[in-house]
């Protein structure tokens, strides 16, 4: 309920002063009640496979995300979303969730100043490009771990296919600084690698 206020100044002019409504309602109740999707779900391949198992039965909306990294039937962190199509209930694709950019830690053996590590595309590339993809596409930031200063050159080599995995070559040379001199890095060094898509 508003509140008012008449004041009257020499007689002839009124004044009314009105506040807000004393309580405002807001319907949200429109449309038909239903159960509305809710549930996310993860596991290991295509939620469409007749051997995937769920722990409730999906509803309308729901969605799967595959968590199976190397699965040859479903891309690697593909959502999907359970929707009517053609008559029947069916788990679609929606989006990838594969970040472009990719960083990772790796051991790599040095001979004679020289390494090479193998880095997953699948993990950070997304599907409809992955087959396209060529070394010039990456934008590659390396660092070795080492007791001494080193000094060191990365270029990308070749894009490898094997069966469902692609893997870009990183070719390391690299010197370190001991005793006064510049000598070929040997062993074991643990190799930080920061990779973007460009």
């Known amino acids: 309920m508003a509140d008012a206020i008449d004041v009257t100044l020499g007689g002839a002019t009124d004044v009314v002063i009105s506040g807000g409504p004393?309580?405002?309602?807001?319907?949200?109740?429109?449309?038909?009640?239903g159960e509305r999707g809710s549930k996310t779900f993860v596991g290991y391949g295509n939620p469409n496979s007749s051997s995937?198992?769920?722990?409730?039965?999906?509803?309308?909306?729901?969605?799967?995300?595959?968590?199976?990294?190397?699965d040859e039937t479903s891309e690697y962190l593909s959502m999907y979303q359970y929707v009517m199509e053609s008559g029947s209930m069916t788990w679609k694709y929606v989006v990838s969730l594969v970040p472009t950019i990719f960083s990772d830690n790796y051991t790599a053996t040095f001979t004679d100043g020289e390494a090479s590590i193998d880095i997953p595309l699948n993990s950070f590339v997304p599907s409809t490009i992955l087959s396209t993809v060529e070394?010039?596409?990456?934008?590659?930031?390396?660092?070795?771990?080492?007791?001494?200063?080193?000094?060191?050159?990365?270029?990308?080599?070749?894009?490898?296919?094997?069966g469902n995995l692609r893997t870009l070559t990183l070719d390391?040379?690299?010197?370190?600084?001991?005793?006064?001199?510049?000598i070929p890095l040997d062993g074991q060094k643990v190799v930080q690698t920061f990779i973007t898509m460009v």
């Open 172 to 182: 390391i040379s690299a010197v370190e600084f001991v005793g006064g001199e510049w």
């Open 52 to 70: 995937m198992t769920f722990p409730d039965d999906p509803i309308a909306l729901d969605l799967f995300i595959n968590i199976a990294q190397f």
């Open 22 to 33: 004393a309580t405002v309602n807001v319907e949200l109740d429109f449309g038909p009640a």
């Open 135 to 162: 070394s010039d596409n990456f934008n590659t930031q390396v660092t070795v771990n080492n007791l001494h200063p080193v000094s060191f050159g990365v270029s990308s080599g070749s894009i490898s296919t094997s």
